[in-house]
């Protein structure tokens, strides 16, 4: 796995995304609840888990194309089945299908064995 300064922008470090493992077209990344991460329901904002979606799923492209070359998200829609409050999340990312422009990603976010959100999103790639 490349260092944690090639795979973490300013902005996921912003949110708190700690990657965990990135392979051939799979990556994993997880995210500790913080207060700053709660919406007006007092559980994490879904913007959270969709960024966490979203940056697990362009590191799993960057691990089917290589950290040479870069992605960006074309398309991507998530499907929230279970509010998170309190403990941590972790997302899991699988490229289906990598060609030559464009990669599409699936994606699952968990807490501990129950499912979070189910996710999925094409990228292009640069």
């Known amino acids: 796995m490349p260092s944690r300064d090639t ?37 994490m904002h879904g913007g959270a888990l969709f960024s966490l979606m979203d940056v697990t799923m362009g590191l799993a492209c960057s691990g089917a194309h290589g950290f040479d070359r870069q992605s960006v998200t074309l398309e991507c829609k998530i499907n929230y089945i279970r509010a998170v409050a309190e403990g ?35 990228f292009a790639q640069l």
């Open 7 to 43: 795979l973490i922008s300013a902005f996921s470090e912003l949110v708190g995304l700690e990657p965990v493992s990135i392979g051939d077209g799979v990556a994993e990344v997880s995210l500790k609840m913080a207060e700053h991460l709660r919406n007006r329901g007092n559980v």
């Open 88 to 122: 941590d999340v972790r997302c899991v990312a699988r490229v289906l299908h990598a060609g030559r422009r464009s990669l599409v990603v699936e994606a699952d976010i968990f807490q501990g064995d129950k499912l979070v959100a189910k996710g999925q999103g094409t």
